[in-house]
């Protein structure tokens, strides 16, 4: 992963105690590299810049906030709109499998195929919409509670990148379908319960807000996203 050392506009910021810092470590020349320490607790500003992207990975999954402070605030990584569409994808198919009659065969029919087809674009515009409506619910319940920490349009675009991010979890809804077997739907349910458990860490971290307003946001989203998925489509 990419930091952003040197970008002059932003701050870095501790992955121990969220202080902001106007670098990461300090270059002496002839590739002699000093991470710097961190002020407020002594510790090195960003230990996970000598790191594995492997091990930052495992450190993510395992949701730990320093890993999440890493990602989100000292490295470059914008590769969240492409994230969420691949995420709306394994999405689409994990429903549009579950549909009855939406059998991995081919069928010679044109109608037929066509349908199966739109069912799939179908699929994926109410993975969306459902997608938004959570995101709606969480951004209403921390304006409401927190005004000050998004009082600007790049806190907003910063939070929603978060959570895109964050949702990565739902890639791993297409390997639990594809190898279907009894315990399918108790794998897609810890699939889901280890996304919103994400995505309130990654709100935790971005807003330095506190795991109880991050849970009411997180499950107000939710809530949402289940009122929008009880409506039965007839498109």
């Not at 579950?98 to 179908?122: M, N, T, V």
């Not at 806190?155 to 379908?177: C, N, Q, T």
């Not at 280890?194 to 807000?209: D, G, H, K, P, Y």
Request: proline share 3%; with cysteine.
């Amino acid at each position: 992963m990419d930091n952003m050392q040197g970008h002059p506009k932003l701050h870095f910021r501790c992955i121990e105690c969220n202080e902001k810092s106007t670098e990461l470590y300090r270059d002496y020349k002839h590739g002699v590299l000093k991470i710097t320490i961190c002020k407020s607790c002594q510790k090195p500003v960003d230990k996970y810049i000598e790191y594995d992207p492997v091990i930052i990975l495992i450190n993510a999954m395992l949701c730990k906030v320093q890993a999440y402070r890493h990602i989100l605030f000292n490295t470059a990584i914008n590769i969240h709109g492409k994230l969420c569409i691949f995420c709306l994808l394994c999405e689409a198919y994990t429903r549009w499998r579950q549909l009855p009659g939406s059998s991995s065969h081919s069928d010679p029919e044109d109608i037929i195929r066509y349908a199966k087809e739109w069912d799939f674009y179908k699929q994926f515009g109410i993975a969306a919409l459902e997608q938004a409506a959570f995101l709606t619910g969480v951004f209403i319940v921390l304006f409401l509670a927190t005004p000050k920490t998004l009082k600007s349009r790049f806190e907003f675009a910063f939070l929603l990148k978060a959570l895109l991010l964050s949702s990565y979890g739902k890639l791993l809804l297409i390997p639990a379908v594809i190898w279907e077997h009894d315990y399918t739907p108790l794998c897609l349910k810890l699939i889901t319960l280890f996304v919103l458990t994400s995505n309130t860490q990654a709100i935790r971290v971005t807003l330095n807000v506190s795991r109880a307003l991050s849970l009411i946001a997180v499950a107000c989203g939710l809530l949402l996203e289940i009122v929008l998925s009880s409506v039965q489509w007839t498109v």
